[in-house]
């Protein structure tokens, strides 16, 4: 009998935020992989679990799949742990998971710590609707695109960024959205020197003088442009402005009336229903 992958979150800081089920399955699988074994190993010495680890990391996931696959052909459990949180969500794993589900055999998540959902819940920013998009790119032209495509966005954007790329983030969203554009940011969740600000971009700029540990950034969408009615003079006093601009052939009355369309910021059929209007 095939043994089961179990997809394990870890706690994102503070060792207490581990569930009693992960801890269980953590002490009774035969194998745990984990991105980073060191990482790993003060969990499971906190709660003096001696089961073996192996590494599984972005440079060796591919080969060592395989490996890990045939092993639970055979019957043993294995863990999957990331460094902190849930592991695939921005972390390695979804090789493993995906060759796993090829191979027939039961994957199982154990959920718990995110700081996604740890940074949205205590944000206080409208969360009905977001997208996680992990990190951005570090290449300019596609980091351009990524942060325009966040400009769109019609819900609560939700991203991680590096320390050393922080500031350059605060850069990138200020373009899109503006200094006044209030974002969440959050730092250390769960840690003794948690941080998360509810500001301004220009005051989060001011508040973060260090760029240290790993930053998740909230996004709230851009207010919607209000269309409001154009305001006209008129029919008669615009009528006049037709006339001054038509006079001595200076424009076509078409060409007027796309002028002064341009002048009101508005079209030149809204221009011919308003004249009309002054002979109703």
């Known amino acids: ?81 990331s460094d902190a949180g849930t592991p695939v969500v921005s972390d390695p794993g979804q090789t493993l998971v995906m060759r796993t589900r090829e191979a027939g055999v ?34 300019s032209s596609d980091r351009v695109r990524w942060f325009n495509e966040l400009t769109h966005s019609r819900g609560l954007s939700v991203f991680f960024e590096a320390p050393h790329r922080f500031r350059r983030a605060l850069e990138d969203l200020e373009a899109g959205f503006g200094p006044a554009h209030v974002i969440g940011v959050a730092r250390e969740l769960t840690k003794a020197h948690e941080e998360l ?25 851009k207010a919607p442009v209000v269309a ?21 052939g200076r424009l076509k009355r078409r060409e007027a009336l796309k002028e002064l369309a341009d002048r009101y910021r508005t079209t030149v059929n809204v221009l011919y229903r308003h004249l009309s209007g002054r002979h109703e």
């Open 1 to 81: 009998m095939a043994g089961i992958l179990y997809v394990v979150a870890t706690p994102i800081g503070n060792l207490e935020d581990v569930t009693l089920r992960a801890l269980r399955i953590l002490r009774e699988v035969s194998l745990i992989a984990a991105e980073d074994t060191r990482r790993t190993a003060r969990l499971l010495q906190h709660y003096s679990i001696s089961t073996r680890t192996t590494s599984l990391h972005e440079h060796n996931e591919r080969e060592k799949s395989a490996t890990l696959v045939r092993r639970m052909l055979d019957g043993d459990s294995i863990a999957l742990v």
């Open 106 to 139: 039961r994957v199982e998540a154990i959920p718990g710590p995110s700081a996604i959902l740890a940074a949205i819940s205590s944000s206080g920013l409208p969360a009905d609707t977001f997208t996680f998009y992990g990190f951005p790119p570090s290449r």
């Open 197 to 221: 600000v509810v500001q301004p971009i220009s005051q989060v700029s001011e508040h973060f003088t260090e760029a240290r540990g790993e930053f998740t950034i909230l996004v709230p969408p």
């Open 228 to 248: 409001t009615a154009p305001t006209l003079p008129d029919p008669a006093e615009l009528e006049l402005e037709l006339g001054h601009l038509t006079a001595n």
